[in-house]
């Protein structure tokens, strides 16, 4: 794992060149599922941990993994492919940041390179009694950045308002009414 730290960090702001980290592994046939892929479980802790990596450069603290956006497996990876995941901060809060990844998969002997996940994790930093912790802001150094900060900054919103709307939802008291909303639905209720 090689990180890159071009310029020293400013006090209380660090560029996000400062900890953007990237992770290589060979993917062996001990990662395979039973029809010969790569599981999804061992990339999700791949990412982890490069997210881990990530965050606990900007943050100078230990961090924790709070919740990962959705996950979309777009192709899958095959035993012997090189993964490279290219870590980012993309967005700071007050004690937490989200890391965003890109996962490519290269076939070594053909050179083809294939875009596989790309997801975002939000980490929260915590000091020596495992209380969160203040994060450094962060220094946009091209507009790639600025906008993965304005669109984190939506994502977040939006997942604030998705969890209200969710709340909201209402569930029946009658198993009739239930079914009612359930029209179409391919479920039935036992008994
Ligand atoms: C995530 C955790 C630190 C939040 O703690 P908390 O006491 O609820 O902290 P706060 O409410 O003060 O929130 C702290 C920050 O985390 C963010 N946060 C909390 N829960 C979050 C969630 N589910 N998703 C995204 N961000 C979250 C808050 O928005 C806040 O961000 P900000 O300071 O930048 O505004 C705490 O629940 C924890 O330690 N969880 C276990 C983490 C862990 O073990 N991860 C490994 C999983 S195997």
New binding site residues.
Partial sequence: MSTTSPELPTEDYKPVSFSQTILTELMIPAYSNFGGKIHGGILLSLMDKVAYVCAAKHAGNYC????IDTVNFLAPVEVGELVSLMASINYV????LVVGIRVISENVKTNQVKHTNTCYF?M?AKDDFNN?VKVPGLILENREQLRRFIEAKSRKEIRGNYRKELEAVNIPEKDEQCMQLLAGERCRISG
């Fill in positions: 924790v993994t709070a919740s809060g007050n004690t937490s939000t929260v969160p």
